[in-house]
Nanobody, 114 residues
Framework: QVQLAESGGGIVRPGGSLRLSCAAS????????MAWYRQAPGKQRELFAT???????GYAAFVKGRFTISRDNAKKMLYLQMNSLKPEDTAVYYC????????WGSGTKVTVSQ
């Protein structure tokens, strides 16, 4: 049974784009808000994008204007369109509810490098 499964990561050059996807089980999507988190090497996991069931979004300053979070409630899918990627965006990206539930997926790794 899928709980949380992130995909779409990879290696991209600075300025490039990636689209991440997250398949979530009903127990996550039945909650009000979903979110994307990331954990850079040597740093704590951080929340940076949220979206309510009604589609109201919120972003951390360091991704605002570059990243777009979206969701498909019928498919129980969460998405993250990432544009103008920077080396400092290199991290493992996770989806979860906001606030997060205890069980996390394995994440998807994004590397931004020349």
């Amino acid at each position: 049974q899928v709980q949380l499964a992130e995909s779409g990561g990879g290696i991209v050059r600075p300025g490039g784009s990636l689209r991440l996807s997250c398949a979530a089980s009903e127990v996550y999507f039945s909650l009000n808000a979903m979110a994307w988190y990331r954990q850079a090497p040597g740093k704590q996991r951080e929340l940076f994008a949220t979206i309510t069931r009604d589609g109201v979004t919120g972003y951390a300053a360091f991704v605002k204007g570059r990243f777009t979070i979206s969701r498909d409630n019928a498919k129980k899918m969460l998405y993250l369109q990432m544009n103008s990627l920077k080396p400092e965006d290199t991290a493992v990206y996770y989806c979860n509810a906001d606030p997060p539930r205890a069980l996390w997926g394995s994440g998807t790794k994004v590397t931004v490098s020349q």
